[in-house]
């Protein structure tokens, strides 16, 4: 079986409502916890090559160099 962004979509769904059951092409899946829920949204979003929508991408930090002199 091969991972889609409609699974992806149907075990964030899931995680929205705060259930830990999911049914995907018929089959029904309960995890354990919410922290398995997690897992496999994150694994089925690197899978399929999206991102973790759980866990938005970080803006990249930027660093800030002052120079002073007496003049």
């Given at each position: 079986?091969?991972?889609?962004?409609?699974?992806?979509?149907?075990?964030?769904?899931?995680?929205?409502?705060?259930?830990?059951?999911?049914?995907?092409?018929?089959?029904?899946?309960?995890?354990?916890s919410m922290r398995d829920l997690e897992t496999a949204i994150a694994v089925?979003?690197?899978?399929?090559?999206?991102?973790?929508?759980?866990?938005?991408?970080?803006?990249?930090?930027?660093?800030?160099?002052?120079?002073?002199?007496?003049?």
């Open positions: 079986m091969a991972l889609t962004q409609t699974h992806l979509n149907t075990l964030v769904e899931a995680w929205a409502a705060g259930t830990t059951s999911v049914t995907i092409d018929g089959k029904r899946v309960d995890y354990r089925t979003a690197k899978v399929i090559g999206a991102p973790n929508p759980l866990h938005p991408a970080q803006p990249v930090s930027r660093t800030s160099v002052t120079k002073f002199s007496r003049g």
